[in-house]
């Protein structure tokens, strides 16, 4: 079955940055390998969101949340999901789970439309004031 793992997760200043990393082992159930990666976050009493991902052909997609401070970008020979995140808030804080499908895009994943089928545990990301 497909693995994901994150890192990257740690207590930054308000302001600053960080770089999440996701990677994925083993297979789908299905066998195929065109999957969508994408990463989702949960803050303290908050619903999951979509963050932002990248399409199996290499289009990235964002929540408008983060557009212009995120930015994912994926590593096919590596199968690792990449998401930059600068001028970090504290409403960024969250636990952010990589996520994955081959039948979703990620653009349907990010937006809420389509629920990934193989799921990370997460990374935890706090940003203080």
């Known amino acids: 079955r497909l693995q994901l793992l994150e890192s990257g997760g740690d207590s930054v200043q308000s302001g600053g940055s960080l770089i999440l990393s996701c990677v994925a082992s083993?297979?789908?159930?299905?066998?195929?390998?065109?999957?969508?990666m994408v990463w989702f976050r949960q803050g303290p009493g908050k619903k999951r969101e979509g963050v932002a991902g990248v399409e199996y052909q290499g289009q990235p997609v964002y929540a408008d949340s983060v557009k212009g401070r995120f930015v994912a970008s994926q590593d096919n020979a590596k199968k690792t999901l990449y998401l930059r995140m600068n001028n970090l808030a504290p409403e960024d804080t969250a636990m952010y789970i990589c996520?994955?499908?081959?039948?979703?895009?990620?653009?349907?994943?990010?937006?809420?439309?389509?629920?990934?089928?193989?799921w990370g545990q997460g990374t935890q990301v706090t940003v203080s004031s």
């Open positions: 996520a994955a499908d081959v039948l979703c895009s990620a653009a349907k994943m990010v937006d809420g439309s389509c629920i990934p089928g193989y």
């Open positions: 083993g297979r789908t159930v299905s066998g195929d390998e065109a999957y969508s």
